[in-house]
């Protein structure tokens, strides 16, 4: 395992930054974390303590946080991440953690969601759009659960 280091005052001290993870319903997480990767509309993002300011989208895919020797998941339901100074914040439509995730309601989504997508006699753009999205979101906690 990797860290940042910086020297402070003659001595070293490791370097970490503030992550919150929001949802419309609550604060999800608040911790110094030392990294988390996350998937923007551009690609795969890394931050690190002291990344440049930033604001992009965020895909439908899991947020992998990293603090000491501690790995953590979270289920992202798309949204936006803010990369400021000390602090990062996702602004989530959802966020999961496993032990929250209920894989049957998860695995009775894929399946609802797939039968839409199979039948695309009466659905218009919208409706397929929300079925594929549905889908995603889904499969993103059917795979965080089994992490």
Do not use: C
Request: proline share 4%; glycine share 8%.
């Amino acid at each position: 395992m990797w860290a940042i280091l910086r020297i402070v005052s003659g001595g070293m001290e490791l370097s970490t930054f503030l992550l919150e993870i929001v949802t419309p319903e609550r604060l999800v997480y608040s911790e110094q974390v030392d990294s988390i990767t996350a998937r923007g509309i551009e690609g795969e993002l890394g931050i690190l303590p002291g990344h440049i300011p930033m604001v992009t989208p965020l895909q439908i895919a899991p947020i992998y946080i990293r603090n000491g020797k501690e790995n953590k998941q979270v289920a992202i339901g798309g949204g936006f991440i803010e990369v400021r100074k000390d602090k990062v914040v996702v602004l989530a439509e959802s966020a999961e953690f496993p032990e929250n995730i209920d894989v049957d309601r998860a695995r009775a989504a894929k399946e609802r969601a797939e039968r839409r997508l199979a039948s695309q006699s009466n659905q218009d753009h919208f409706d397929h759009r929300r079925a594929e999205i549905a889908l995603q979101k889904a499969v993103n906690r059917i795979n965080v659960f089994g992490k």
